[in-house]
């Protein structure tokens, strides 16, 4: 059964690689159901092997994706119609793509989006400007993700999260908004929130330990450097 958002809120990214120490259809189904206790409203998941085990532990909407490398290409996440069928045979409930004007991109995903479609799922277009989700709106996306922004070279490269892009999307576009990408912040989520964001979209800060645990060391070693006679007594 394809499931849909019920209402607004955290959608937590359950994502690890093969080099990460969590990488693993099992750790990842647990990271879900512990999101879900947590209050999430839906889980993002990378891989069918992941989307499928995650499909079985929660009972919120599931968005799907498969990143893959393909030579000579910048399109990774869900870049070809094959891995929209892996997707949707996995049980996702949706399909995120990638929906950047990179290597003429937004004139060839017709095809997967009406496929979605077809198989009774919905679309989440990963874009990185305004423009980028004009057209993913036109062409039967049914959530706009900013996930992109900042991964082409023509989207503002910042540190935090692309506040401004999440404003103009709200303005704009009719379809619901997802903030995503480099929000690690409770405030930077609500801030979202408040622009106009339907969903604000969480991974690193929330299920890489290994990046928070970095985040914390790097903090605790900058303010040592500040006050060397900190913790001396």
């Given at each position: 059964m394809r499931r849909t958002?019920?209402?607004?809120?955290?959608?937590?990214s359950c994502q690890a690689l093969p080099h990460e120490p969590l990488h693993g259809a099992e750790m990842m189904k647990r990271m879900a159901v512990a999101a879900q206790q947590g209050g999430a409203v839906g889980i993002r998941a990378n891989g069918a092997q992941d989307i499928r085990a995650i499909k079985e532990a929660v009972d919120i909407p599931v968005i799907g994706i498969i990143k893959r490398d393909i030579p000579g290409s910048s399109i990774y996440i869900t870049p070809e119609l094959q891995d929209v069928r892996a997707i949707l045979e996995a049980g996702a409930d949706i399909v995120a793509l990638d929906m950047t004007n990179r290597e003429d991109r937004l004139s060839k995903v017709k095809e997967m989006i009406d496929f979605i479609h077809a198989a009774g799922a919905q679309v989440m277009a990963d874009i990185s400007v305004l423009e980028e989700g004009l057209a993913a709106e036109r062409l039967g996306s049914d959530i706009i993700s900013t996930t992109l922004s900042g991964y082409t070279p023509y989207s503002p490269q910042q540190a935090g999260p692309d506040l401004e892009l999440v404003k103009k999307l709200s303005e704009a576009v009719s379809v619901p908004i997802a903030a995503e990408g480099r929000i690690r912040s409770e405030r930077e989520a609500a801030q979202a929130m408040e622009l106009g964001a339907s969903y604000v979209v969480v991974g690193a800060a929330i299920t890489r330990p290994?990046?928070?645990?970095?985040?914390?060391?790097?903090?605790?070693?900058?303010?040592?450097?500040?006050?060397?006679?900190?913790?001396?007594?």
């Amino acid at each position: 059964m394809r499931r849909t958002f019920q209402k607004r809120g955290l959608i937590v990214s359950c994502q690890a690689l093969p080099h990460e120490p969590l990488h693993g259809a099992e750790m990842m189904k647990r990271m879900a159901v512990a999101a879900q206790q947590g209050g999430a409203v839906g889980i993002r998941a990378n891989g069918a092997q992941d989307i499928r085990a995650i499909k079985e532990a929660v009972d919120i909407p599931v968005i799907g994706i498969i990143k893959r490398d393909i030579p000579g290409s910048s399109i990774y996440i869900t870049p070809e119609l094959q891995d929209v069928r892996a997707i949707l045979e996995a049980g996702a409930d949706i399909v995120a793509l990638d929906m950047t004007n990179r290597e003429d991109r937004l004139s060839k995903v017709k095809e997967m989006i009406d496929f979605i479609h077809a198989a009774g799922a919905q679309v989440m277009a990963d874009i990185s400007v305004l423009e980028e989700g004009l057209a993913a709106e036109r062409l039967g996306s049914d959530i706009i993700s900013t996930t992109l922004s900042g991964y082409t070279p023509y989207s503002p490269q910042q540190a935090g999260p692309d506040l401004e892009l999440v404003k103009k999307l709200s303005e704009a576009v009719s379809v619901p908004i997802a903030a995503e990408g480099r929000i690690r912040s409770e405030r930077e989520a609500a801030q979202a929130m408040e622009l106009g964001a339907s969903y604000v979209v969480v991974g690193a800060a929330i299920t890489r330990p290994q990046c928070i645990a970095k985040r914390f060391a790097d903090y605790i070693e900058e303010r040592l450097h500040a006050c060397p006679s900190a913790g001396n007594g």
